[in-house]
């Protein structure tokens, strides 16, 4: 079966960097998403990654190993608008998304 | 572009009743899924078409759940009679195609229901 792990909540200040980490255990893998979700709104897509490696796309990056079953999505240059739940998604041998529960990020000024 | 549309934003019903939830997903995009998400935690897909076939339902507690779209566009979702622990959001999520890598899903603000 798949299992997918990451940090239930995360505090840190703004203008600095965070790390959100996300480990898995799947049989079949077809890609990693994170999706940013605010409370009370719909997730938003942020990345995808299917090789190793790190992608980066302006204040946000995310890794992938493979071999480890270990992404991380780093935010860098906070914002308070980045006040929100990150979740991972695994795609697995059948490409349906396996959900991760989210963690909670919480900014401070 | 118009994004996914649900309807109704919220419901509040009594346990036994029966509900229904509305989905119009991105023009154009074949593959459409209802999934159900709970405070804290991921969603969880209820299921998921291909056009107007259900292609995944394994998820769908289909005693009480059941789920259209007829004419591959457009979809509901009903809940008959509804209990106390359906109270969550479900949304509705949309991509292109599925069955490929990339598959980025493009969700609806979702409903939230709470039956008491």
């Known amino acids: 079966g798949q299992n997918i792990d990451q940090p239930t909540e995360m505090t840190a200040t703004e203008g600095a960097i965070v790390q959100i980490n996300c480990t898995y255990q799947?049989?079949?893998?077809?890609?990693l998403f994170w999706y940013q979700q605010h409370a009370g709104e719909a997730p938003t897509f942020l990345s995808y990654n299917v090789l190793d490696g790190l992608e980066e796309k302006g204040r946000f990056s995310s890794f992938l190993s493979r071999s480890k079953g270990y992404s991380y999505l780093l935010l860098k240059e906070l914002q308070m608008k980045d006040s929100a739940s990150y979740l991972c998604a695994l795609m697995d041998s059948n490409y349906q998304l396996i959900w991760g529960a989210g963690t909670k990020l919480i900014i401070k000024p | 572009e118009a994004g996914v549309v649900q309807s109704p934003r919220y419901k509040i019903i009594e346990k036994k009743q029966p509900v229904a939830f509305w989905c119009n997903p991105i023009?154009?995009?074949?593959?459409l899924y209802w999934y159900l998400q709970n405070l804290g935690q991921g969603p969880e897909l209820l299921i998921r078409y291909e056009n107007e076939e259900a292609v995944d339902d394994s998820q769908l507690p289909k005693d009480r759940f059941s789920a259209e779209r007829l004419k591959g566009v457009d979809s509901t979702l009903k809940i008959q009679p509804a209990e106390l622990g359906d109270s969550a959001v479900y949304l509705c999520?949309?991509?292109?195609?599925?069955?490929?890598?990339?598959?980025?899903?493009?969700f609806g603000p979702g409903t939230r229901l709470t039956v008491l």
């Open positions: 999520a949309s991509s292109l195609e599925s069955g490929v890598s990339y598959n980025e899903q493009f």
């Open positions: 799947t049989s079949g893998f077809n890609g």
């Open positions: 023009s154009g995009h074949n593959t």
